[in-house]
């Protein structure tokens, strides 16, 4: 599975290409729309503009479903067996971690179970240069799960991703996750 | 004419009020108090935007809370809301070429929003009552953090805004419907059936020569299809609200009630669904409605691609009531298909639906090249470069595998929330107002072009560079809804304080020209009782 650096990184770059290409279409439109010139659009250029956009929304997420490794593993994870099992509770505005510490071998299917007692929270791990891992909402009355594979090793920070009111703010335990290369653990 | 005169009479000292209808005064002063509210929204930014750089100390996390909890209210409905109604309530009978059905319900209308926002905005200043527009159960019930009292204050305020929605509601199927007096009796049926695109869904089923005309206007008819969703939305927050004080109540007679007793997850999916009917419903309608009325006001032909465009707008609405899903992507209890169905599928619509309106509109206004570069014609371009940019962004953060890296981000309140109000939604307002600004003020010259041109430019890039940059901060990690003591993404922070500043400015010096305009005494006039009682919809000079 690839990091989600990676796909953060692909999705920039989409983005932005796109971003710059329909701003310069837009001024483009702007200057040539006060000059003299052919008014005539053709059906067939709005037919075809309706076709593409179609076929870009499905392909969106098509695309992604085919090539962003979590998306299929994260439907399926009922039916996957995890290499180990973190069970965390949150109440009160603070994370409950399992008494050994969290530590994780690369390539391993991890699942963090996480349950709230009392607000919605969020569930985030996060690099040590602040850039996101992944996350999920933490729901009361519900069972939140997640499914998730890494790839390299380092500390990781948990941290809320959900707004649970003011008191939420230091809801963050530095580098409490630890990811190591495999059999690292058991060597 | 000395500066004095113009602050005191306007420009050229042309704008009379004492000459306006009553019907002209409502539409003004829901625009003045709307701008006003987003005077507050662009004050409270920017006080976030410092925050996000360096905490205030004088501020402390429960004010900001407050302030954050405030802003989008204040903005959405204090603003947006008093400048689409007001706009809306003259539009549709100025359309329909027959009076509004009740002057009397409109300014009601204005005044519950107007006071509800305050009323909604004191208690949040006040109290620090602070769970944010999301409500997440049972945060908005949890008074070990909020004041009961303040929390029920705050949701009274919300209900008067809903309940002059509610009146807004009846007074545009009204209009549509009714028979003025002394008129020919008018066939209401027919006339509401095509408003809602119950006509042209019919015309689908029948042949060309049996196909029925469309009885109203496809303005109009976008106006009545978002309408509807504001008509349901309505009905969901006033039900929410009621919930939640319920609760309040309980709380300050001294009885616990069990939070728990409310599902959360069903809950948020209440709450989503009748939220996505303002974000994903009435905005993307309205907004697409207003583009084909300023493309044809502007160009004074056909719209390009009528009927697809008709089309177009009854499929958002229907879309509008099935995304709600891809708020819901992260959380792992949300059935999958729901996820898949609602929150992918369904939401890619919107990029078709915008994406066939951005097309029709450039398409009606290349078809009457060459065109002069007026006010409205460069805000509405801008609007829509605003919605091609927010667009596609909400639709990547719409999929389950992108979600999981994107949800909770600046990215998201960045480049797809900010981009889509300031530049896609507001810059179509204001395009709105500069071409209406001379039917509804019976003719004042605006004060200075060379303001209205940096007001553009000002509020493009600066909108564009503040939701970029927070985008920018997002993908480094960067949460929404909470505070970094450490000064982590200062470099962001600090580009989007600037951009927010150039925002800032660009509203300042739109105010100021608006002001210069009508002048003082003008802007006094606007509040005063008409003189005639007439229900025409502008003055006969």
């Given at each position: 599975m690839v990091d989600s650096s990676v796909v953060l990184f692909g999705q920039t770059l989409a983005y932005t290409f796109y971003c710059l290409a329909i701003m310069a279409v837009v001024g483009w439109f702007g200057y040539k729309v006060t000059t003299k010139g052919k008014g005539k659009v053709s059906n067939t250029l709005f037919y075809t503009f309706f076709g593409f956009l179609v076929v870009l929304g499905i392909s969106l997420h098509i695309i992604t479903y085919n090539t962003i490794p979590w998306v299929e593993m994260d439907l399926k994870r009922a039916q996957i067996e995890a290499d180990k099992t973190f069970e965390i509770t949150v109440e009160d505005h603070t994370f409950y971690l399992p008494a050994e510490k969290l530590m994780i071998e690369c390539d391993d299917k991890v699942l963090f179970d996480v349950t709230s007692k009392d607000l919605t929270y969020g569930f985030g791990l996060f690099r040590t240069d602040g850039t996101m891992v992944m996350q999920m909402q933490v729901v009361p009355g519900h069972r939140n799960d997640i499914l998730w594979e890494f790839k390299k090793p380092g500390l990781y920070t948990i941290r809320s991703t959900e707004y649970s009111g003011p008191k939420g703010i230091d809801m963050i335990l530095k580098d409490v996750v630890e990811v190591v290369a495999k059999q690292e653990i058991t060597n | 004419?000395?500066?004095?005169?113009?602050?005191?009479?306007?420009?050229?000292?042309?704008?009379?009020?004492?000459?306006?209808?009553?019907?002209?005064?409502?539409?003004?002063?829901?625009?003045?108090?709307?701008?006003?509210?987003?005077?507050?929204?662009?004050?409270?930014?920017?006080?976030?935007?410092?925050?996000?750089?360096?905490?205030?100390?004088?501020?402390?996390?429960?004010?900001?809370?407050?302030?954050?909890?405030?802003?989008?209210?204040?903005?959405?409905?204090?603003?947006?809301?008093?400048?689409?109604?007001?706009?809306?309530?003259?539009?549709?009978?100025?359309?329909?070429?027959?009076?509004?059905?009740?002057?009397?319900?409109?300014?009601?209308?204005?005044?519950?929003?107007?006071?509800?926002?305050?009323?909604?905005?004191?208690?949040?200043?006040?109290?620090?009552?602070?769970?944010?527009?999301?409500?997440?159960?049972?945060?908005?019930?949890?008074?070990?953090?909020?004041?009961?009292?303040?929390?029920?204050?705050?949701?009274?305020?919300?209900?008067?805004?809903?309940?002059?929605?509610?009146?807004?509601?009846?007074?545009?199927?009204?209009?549509?419907?009714?028979?003025?007096?002394?008129?020919?009796?008018?066939?209401?049926?027919?006339?509401?059936?095509?408003?809602?695109?119950?006509?042209?869904?019919?015309?689908?089923?029948?042949?060309?020569?049996?196909?029925?005309?469309?009885?109203?206007?496809?303005?109009?008819?976008?106006?009545?299809?978002?309408?509807?969703?504001?008509?349901?939305?309505?009905?969901?927050?006033?039900?929410?609200?009621?919930?939640?004080?319920?609760?309040?109540?309980?709380?300050?007679?001294?009885?616990?009630?069990?939070?728990?007793?409310?599902?959360?997850?069903?809950?948020?999916?209440?709450?989503?669904?009748?939220l996505d009917l303002i974000a994903d419903g009435l905005v993307l309608i309205f907004v697409a409605g207003t583009w084909y009325l300023l493309a044809m006001m502007i160009t004074g032909k056909r719209l390009f691609m009528q009927n697809i465009a008709r089309a177009a707008l009854l499929v958002e609405l229907v879309v509008s009531w099935t995304v709600w899903s891809h708020h819901l992507l992260s959380d792992q209890a949300q059935p999958g298909i729901l996820k898949i169905v609602s929150g992918e599928m369904v939401t890619a619509f919107e990029l078709v639906t915008q994406g066939l309106a951005f097309f029709i509109t450039l398409a009606t206004l290349w078809m009457a090249r060459p065109l002069k570069m007026t006010n409205p014609l460069k805000f509405l371009l801008g609007g829509l470069l605003g919605f091609a940019l927010a667009v596609p962004a909400g639709i990547m953060q719409a999929d389950v595998g992108l979600n999981r890296i994107l949800h909770n981000t600046q990215w998201i309140v960045g480049p797809h929330v900010h981009v889509a109000i300031l530049i896609g939604l507001s810059m179509t307002l204001y395009a709105a107002i500069y071409i209406l600004l001379p039917i509804l003020t019976n003719g004042a010259k605006l004060y200075s072009q060379k303001l209205a041109n940096f007001h553009f430019w000002a509020h493009l890039l600066g909108g564009i560079g503040m939701g970029a940059f927070m985008g920018m901060a997002g993908l480094k990690g960067m949460l929404r809804r909470t505070i970094y003591f450490d000064g982590e993404f200062n470099l962001y922070m600090i580009l989007a304080g600037l951009c927010g500043t150039m925002l800032l400015l660009a509203f300042l010096a739109f105010f100021y020209n608006i002001v210069m305009t009508v002048g003082l005494k003008g802007v006094i006039g606007i509040f005063m009782p008409p003189k005639e009682k007439t229900k025409d919809l502008v003055a006969a000079i």
């Open positions: - | 004419m000395s500066y004095i005169k113009t602050l005191l009479n306007g420009e050229q000292g042309l704008f009379k009020p004492n000459t306006l209808t009553p019907m002209q005064k409502l539409t003004l002063r829901f625009v003045v108090v709307g701008l006003v509210y987003y005077g507050f929204a662009v004050i409270e930014g920017m006080i976030m935007r410092i925050y996000q750089v360096e905490p205030i100390t004088t501020i402390n996390p429960d004010q900001y809370f407050a302030i954050l909890t405030a802003h989008p209210l204040v903005g959405i409905f204090g603003s947006t809301y008093s400048i689409v109604f007001g706009a809306f309530l003259f539009l549709v009978p100025y359309l329909m070429k027959k009076p509004l059905w009740s002057i009397k319900l409109g300014n009601w209308t204005f005044v519950l929003i107007a006071i509800g926002t305050l009323i909604f905005w004191l208690a949040g200043f006040i109290t620090h009552y602070a769970p944010l527009y999301t409500l997440y159960w049972p945060l908005p019930a949890d008074f070990s953090q909020f004041s009961a009292l303040g929390g029920a204050i705050f949701i009274l305020g919300i209900a008067l805004v809903m309940l002059g929605t509610a009146f807004f509601v009846v007074n545009v199927f009204k209009t549509i419907a009714y028979t003025p007096e002394g008129w020919e009796k008018q066939p209401s049926r027919k006339l509401l059936a095509s408003a809602l695109g119950l006509t042209g869904t019919g015309n689908l089923f029948r042949r060309k020569k049996k196909e029925k005309e469309h009885l109203v206007s496809l303005p109009v008819a976008a106006i009545a299809r978002g309408t509807v969703d504001a008509a349901l939305n309505a009905g969901i927050i006033l039900f929410t609200g009621v919930l939640i004080l319920v609760f309040m109540a309980g709380a300050l007679l001294g009885y616990d009630l069990k939070e728990t007793s409310i599902d959360a997850l069903l809950y948020k999916n209440w709450f989503w669904w009748g």
